[in-house]
C-alpha cells in the first residue's frame, strides 16, 4: 500500500503532465454527450490504482495503461446498454434529417475500427503526427500511412 501523501503526489503530477491526453482520450472514445463521464471515470480508476503503481514503468505509461482499460470497459459497457436499448424496441423509427459535418464525421469514425478510430479524431483535433504516436504506441511512418487509408475510405464513402 502507497503512502497516501505519495499517492496524491503522484495523482497530481500524472494529471498535471496528462490532462491534454485525459480529454482527448474520452473525447475520442465516448459519445459527445458522454466524454466527460468517461474523463471522470478514467480519474477514478487512475486514482485507485495507485496503489499497485511499483514503478515498474514510467507514471505516463501507467497513466496511459489505465485509461486505455478503462476506456474498454467503457466502451464495452455502453455497448451492452445499447444493446438492452435496441431490445426493447427493435424497429425504432428514424426521422430523416439533412446530415451535418458532425453527424458525418461521427458515422464515419462509428465504423472504425479501435485504433482507427482513434486515429481518425486524434487527427481531426489536430495532434501532430508526434503526438499521436506517443499516445498511441505506432511509429510515425506507420501512423501516415493508416492516416492515408482512413482518408481514402473516406472519401470513397462521402463522395457523391
Not at 466524454?35 to 485507485?48: N, P, S, T, V
Not at 466502451?75 to 423509427?93: F, G, H, L, S, Y
Not at 446530415?99 to 486515429?119: C, H, K, N, T
Request: hydrophobic share 40%.
Amino acid at each position: 500500500m502507497i503512502d497516501p501523501r505519495e499517492k496524491e503526489r503522484l495523482f497530481e503530477k500524472a494529471i498535471a503532465k496528462n490532462n491534454h491526453w485525459l480529454g482527448v482520450i474520452a473525447r475520442n472514445n465516448a459519445p459527445i454527450d458522454d466524454w466527460e463521464d468517461l474523463e471522470q471515470e478514467i480519474l477514478i480508476a487512475f486514482w485507485k490504482s495507485l496503489d499497485s503503481y511499483g514503478e515498474r514503468s514510467s507514471l505516463e505509461t501507467f497513466f496511459f495503461s489505465v485509461a486505455k482499460n478503462t476506456v474498454k470497459k467503457f466502451i464495452d459497457k455502453n455497448n451492452k446498454t445499447k444493446k438492452r436499448d435496441e431490445a426493447v424496441d427493435p424497429n425504432p423509427v428514424f426521422v430523416e434529417q439533412d446530415p451535418d459535418v458532425l453527424s458525418i464525421l461521427e458515422e464515419f469514425a462509428g465504423m472504425l475500427g479501435e485504433l482507427d478510430r482513434q486515429v481518425f479524431k486524434m487527427y481531426l483535433d489536430c495532434l501532430s503526427y508526434a503526438e499521436m504516436s506517443a499516445a498511441l504506441g505506432v511509429d510515425e511512418v506507420n501512423l501516415r500511412k493508416r492516416i492515408s487509408r482512413i482518408k481514402e475510405q473516406f472519401k470513397a464513402r462521402y463522395r457523391g
